[in-house]
Structure formats: C-alpha cells, structure tokens
C-alpha cells in the first residue's frame, strides 16, 4: 500500500520562529552595546520576548514533522517522546469521537488486542500521554458518574492490570485500566490529538479504515 502520511502542524513554522527570534536577539545585544545608554524595562521585555521565539522555534523543531504514518505494518503514531504502533489486525476502526454529545478534537481507535498497544508501549512517552490526556480522561469519568458510577471509583486506579494473555504493572497496568475506562465512556479504547479540521479528520478515518480493510482482506486470501 501507498504510505499515508499526516504533517504535524505544530512543527510547522519552528524554524522561521527560531531563526526570526535569534535575528532579534542579536539585533538587541548589538543595540545594547551601541546605543543603550542604560538597561531599561522595555529593552528587558525586548530581551524576554527574544528569548521566548528561540524556545517556542526549538520546541516546535522538536515535535515529529509527522504525527501519524499508515503503512504494511499498521498505524504508527510519533510523539516528541517517543511512538507506538498499531497493527491492522489488533483495532476495528477509527472514528472521531464524542463525549457529552460533542465532537473531540482526537482520532479513537476501537482495540481489540490491548496486548499489541502495552508490550510495545514506552514508560516515558505513556506517561506523557496520560498527563496530557488527563483533560480527556476527566471528561470521560464525568460523563460515566452521570450514568450512575461513582468518580472515585473511576479514578482509582491499581498496580496490577490483566488481558487475556499477559499481566502488567506500574505504568502499563494504569495506562491500560485508563483505556479500558475511556472506553467505557466513549467507544475507543486509544487516542490521538488532532489539530486538522472536522472535515479532514474525518476523511483521514475513513481512509485509515479504508486501508486496514485492504490489508486485512489481502492478508486473508
């Protein structure tokens, strides 16, 4: 199959930030040393302002210029902190999903083979996605309390989590119980921020899906 793949736009502009910021910096060092006949508050600010575009063009330089890619193997998902990968055979579908009846600016994938996620799954980048996705993950446990069960239940979360083949603790077991609660709530089990438009995302499922049944089908015959 033709690879697919999708542009992380929060790379976009990185260098152009950095280079702009670094641009302005010197200009401000040199015009502190000519000219300045004191340090000021707003040549302060100057220098503040500077130094925030050369962060804010190195992060964005950090972040994968691609955050999904489609391929033989499944669907690979790139974070600054790492990757997984989902195989064909371990999801059912990707959709965008709803909580409260909203529309979520996220790709939900439906797993069926959690064993596939977690084995592969690094400690530094599920860590980071939980804290991140921890908004999500509220919202999630809001939507299950007012079906009836209580929140601290809901948040508590154990050591120990188990499939129907393997057993994982620490990180993994927490990672694992919060898709299992998110859904729960909302159908899909793995999730992935998108900052494209309704439209896009949606075309960038149906073509996901599109591709897992090619390949399913192909792998079948």
Known sequence: MEPILVSQS?????????????????GLVVFTVLFAGQFTLWLALAYIGALMAVFLGFAKLAEPRHFLRCDEQGVHYYHRYGSWLLPWSSFMYCAVPQLEQQDLSF???????????LQSLGLRLAVRLMTEQR??????????????????????????????????????????????????????DLFVPSSLTAEQTVELCRQINNARLQIIQNTAT
């Open 107 to 117: 790709i939900g994938f439906k797993v069926t083979d959690y064993d596939a996620v």
């Open 10 to 26: 929060s790379h976009q502009g990185g260098a152009r930030l950095l280079l702009s910021g670094l641009g302005a910096l010197l």
């Open 135 to 188: 908004p999500l993950f509220i919202s999630a446990v809001k939507q299950s309390c007012a079906s009836g069960q209580c929140a601290s239940e809901l948040l508590a979360e154990k050591d120990i989590f188990a499939t129907a083949n393997q057993r994982y603790s620490g990180i993994k077991a927490v990672f694992g119980q919060r898709m299992q609660r998110l859904a729960q709530a909302s159908g899909f």
